[in-house]
C-alpha cells in the first residue's frame, strides 16, 4: 500500500466516522462519563471546543501554504473529528438529562446545539474535500469548512465561558446574600 492511497483509506475511515457526529445527537453516549455533574461537562466541552478552534486555525494555515504535504492535514483532520465527535456525545448525555438540569444549563445546551451540528457538517465537508482533492487544499472551499469550523468552535467556547462565568456570578451573590442577611450567620 502506497503512502497516498493510506493516507485516503485513513481519511475515507475517517469520513464515515464523523459523519455519524450529526446523527448521535439524540442518542446516550457510552463514551462520555453521565456521572459527571453538568457544570463540569459543559467545562470540558468548553475546552474541547477550543482545542477544536485551534486545530481548525491549523488547517487553515496548512491550506494557506501549497508547498505542504496533504499528509500535513491528517493529524489536525483527526483530533478536530475527534473534537466534534467528543462534545456530541457530551451534549447528547446532557439532553438525556435536560429535566435535571439547571435553567441556565438547559439554555447553554440550547444555544450549543446547533453550533455543534454546524461544526459536525463542516468537519464533515473538509474530510470529504480531503479525501476527494488531495491535491487542491489550498482551495477557497477548503479553507472556508476550516474556517467555519473554526468560527463555529470558538463561539462554543465562548457561549459556554459565559453561562459558566454567569453561574459562578449568581453563586456568588447567593454567598454575599447570605453573609449580609441578618440571622444568617
Given at each position: 500500500?502506497?503512502?497516498?492511497?493510506?493516507?485516503?483509506?485513513?481519511?475515507?475511515?475517517?469520513?464515515?466516522?464523523?459523519?455519524?457526529?450529526?446523527?448521535?445527537?439524540?442518542?446516550?453516549?457510552?463514551?462520555?462519563?453521565?456521572?459527571?455533574?453538568?457544570?463540569?461537562?459543559?467545562?470540558?466541552?468548553?475546552?474541547?471546543?477550543?482545542?477544536?478552534?485551534?486545530?481548525?486555525?491549523?488547517?487553515?494555515?496548512?491550506?494557506?501554504?501549497?508547498?505542504?504535504?496533504?499528509?500535513?492535514?491528517?493529524?489536525?483532520?483527526?483530533?478536530?473529528?475527534?473534537?466534534?465527535?467528543?462534545m456530541s456525545k457530551e451534549i447528547s448525555a446532557l439532553e438525556a438529562e435536560r429535566d435535571t438540569l439547571q435553567p441556565w444549563e438547559q439554555q447553554a445546551v440550547d444555544k450549543v446545539v446547533p453550533l455543534l451540528k454546524e461544526?459536525?457538517?463542516?468537519?464533515?465537508?473538509?474530510?470529504?474535500?480531503?479525501?476527494?482533492?488531495?491535491?487542491?487544499?489550498?482551495?477557497?472551499?477548503?479553507?472556508?469548512?476550516?474556517?467555519?469550523?473554526?468560527?463555529?468552535?470558538?463561539?462554543?467556547?465562548?457561549?459556554?465561558?459565559?453561562?459558566?462565568?454567569?453561574?459562578?456570578?449568581?453563586?456568588?451573590?447567593?454567598?454575599?446574600?447570605?453573609?449580609?442577611?441578618?440571622?444568617?450567620?
Open positions: 500500500m502506497t503512502k497516498r492511497s493510506f493516507s485516503i483509506t485513513l481519511m475515507a475511515a475517517i469520513g464515515s466516522l464523523v459523519a455519524i457526529a450529526p446523527q448521535s445527537f439524540g442518542e446516550t453516549a457510552s463514551i462520555v462519563n453521565t456521572n459527571q455533574n453538568p457544570r463540569t461537562m459543559l467545562e470540558e466541552m468548553r475546552s474541547v471546543a477550543s482545542d477544536s478552534a485551534t486545530e481548525a486555525e491549523h488547517l487553515r494555515m496548512y491550506a494557506a501554504n501549497s508547498a505542504l504535504s496533504s499528509d500535513s492535514h491528517l493529524s489536525p483532520l483527526w483530533a478536530l473529528k475527534y473534537d466534534v465527535n467528543q461544526a459536525a457538517t463542516n468537519t464533515e465537508g473538509a474530510i470529504e474535500f480531503f479525501n476527494n482533492n488531495h491535491n487542491f487544499l489550498w482551495s477557497p472551499q477548503y479553507r472556508t469548512y476550516t474556517e467555519n469550523v473554526k468560527r463555529d468552535s470558538d463561539q462554543i467556547a465562548k457561549t459556554l465561558k459565559n453561562y459558566l462565568k454567569y453561574e459562578k456570578v449568581q453563586q456568588e451573590e447567593e454567598q454575599l446574600r447570605s453573609t449580609i442577611t441578618p440571622g444568617a450567620n
